[in-house]
């Protein structure tokens, strides 16, 4: 039998307020959690746009507390990690009184940094740290080097040239003070806490490790779905026209370019048409007016869903039969993809990062094309639509073990850094 921790979970971004990546995976930890009967607090910020107190909300049904902080003005000094955020007299009086086993931080920003990490372990121990972008040591944020080609991420000279590249002024500043290290410098400084790293992709602890971190102190514990949220897809007939699917924002990192340009050449292929499921107040406006402008004046048939929210993704799942994911910057996940395989939907995707990774988990699933070449996501499409795209079994079996497995991972990382602590 497993021993049950007492875990504080903390990170600005949370399923109250948003809905990424990085906020389903907590979410979907925190339920894990309390599924398997460990005590779990969550501080975290979003709801407190005014005042100055904690506001303290009790999830019964759940079985874990949420502390909102205050919504606060950050100094530069902040936004730059050299120094604590005001933050951090409202989290230290929550960590004290609840006296966490393990202090389990998602993504490093103002809310939460570096010197936080190194306070924390003046006083607690079993300091966990999950890194869910690259923007932790790439200073573009996106691993995409001079804009033109995935980076091998390695962290050196180049990364001022590739500055230069994005602006001049940038480029410039960077160069002068050597951002692109300190980042890099301050992830480094972690592991001599010490911090345990948890990665969400293979990729990324390959990374890490090229640029000096200890293998032994980075675990992988990859995205899986809150099965308790999905039902059993339901099946529809045939439509004559083949259908594709895009999920997510309408913007320059989630490829919105190539999906443009995508829907502009596939127009002579018969019986396609796009299903595009797009949040337009969240897009990027100017791609939202090309959009626009396509549908006025193209033969092909785009349906455009603005409401689709995670009540109720089924609808779209069920209006498609394959998903696209033109993704531009290195996705760590998606979680959209893995959305697609249980809905029995083919999945047409980028051949890196993430969801290269689910390729070889998924290869029934999951068809990969050359990163952000039109040309051969569009030879993709055809292959897609010229065989049986939908997926002949139930994968519900498969995504329960995975949850399961997710959080048995996260457990193992738990178990190491109580068993390394020194009291």
């Given amino acids: 039998m497993r021993t049950l921790f007492r875990v504080a979970i903390i990170s600005e971004y949370n399923h109250f307020t948003g809905i990424g990546g990085t906020e389903y995976y907590v979410k979907l930890l925190i339920h894990g ?41 950050s100094s530069v000094a902040e936004i730059k990690q050299e120094k ?15 006296d966490p086993d393990v202090i389990h931080v998602h993504t490093l920003s103002t809310f939460f940094n570096r010197v936080h990490f190194e306070l924390c372990a003046l006083q607690f121990k079993g300091l966990v740290f999950t890194s869910h972008v690259p923007e932790h040591y790439c200073v573009r944020g996106d691993l995409i080097q001079n804009g033109q080609h995935p980076c091998d991420g390695m962290v050196g000279a180049k ?29 480094l400084q972690l592991q001599k806490i010490p911090v345990q790293f948890i990665c969400v992709s293979k990729w990324q602890k390959k990374q890490l490790v090229s640029n000096g971190f200890d293998e032994k102190k980075i675990d992988i514990v990859r995205q899986a779905l809150l ?12 439509r004559a026209a083949f259908s594709i699917g895009y999920l997510g924002r309408l913007t320059p990192e989630k490829g919105a370019d190539l999906l443009l340009q995508l829907i502009k050449k596939v127009h002579d292929i018969q019986g396609i048409r796009f299903v595009l499921g797009i949040p337009l107040q969240n897009s990027f406006q100017s791609s939202v007016k090309k959009l626009k402008k396509i549908i006025s004046e193209c033969e092909t048939e785009i349906v455009l869903l603005d409401s689709i929210g995670h009540d109720n993704k089924g609808d779209f799942f069920n209006e498609i039969d394959c998903l696209l994911i033109p993704s531009f910057f290195i996705e760590t996940g998606p979680i959209v993809l893995l959305e697609a395989v249980l809905n029995g939907k083919k999945v047409i995707a980028p051949d890196i990062g993430g969801p290269l990774e689910f390729a070889a988990e998924f290869p029934e699933h999951v068809v990969s094309y050359t990163w952000n070449n039109t040309v051969a996501a569009v030879e993709a499409i055809k292959r897609m639509k010229n065989e049986n795209a939908e997926i002949n079994k139930d994968c519900r079996e498969l995504f329960m073990k995975r949850e399961e497995q997710f959080i048995s991972d996260q457990l193992e990382v738990y178990e190491k850094v109580m068993d390394n602590r020194v009291d």
């Fill in 33 to 73: 959690l309390c599924k398997f009967g460990h005590e779990v607090i969550f501080i975290t910020k979003g709801k407190q746009l005014h005042g100055t107190e904690v506001k303290v909300e009790n999830k019964p049904g759940a079985g874990f507390t949420v502390y909102f902080l205050p919504s606060l003005v």
């Fill in 84 to 98: 604590v955020s005001a933050g951090w007299g409202y989290i230290l009086p929550v960590l004290e009184k609840f």
């Fill in 159 to 187: 990364c001022m040239i590739c500055q230069f590249s994005k602006s001049i002024v940038i480029g410039a500043s960077n160069a002068l003070h050597q951002y692109h290290s300190k980042r890099i410098n301050s992830l």
């Fill in 227 to 238: 099965m308790e949220e999905y039902t059993n897809p339901v099946k529809k007939e045939k």
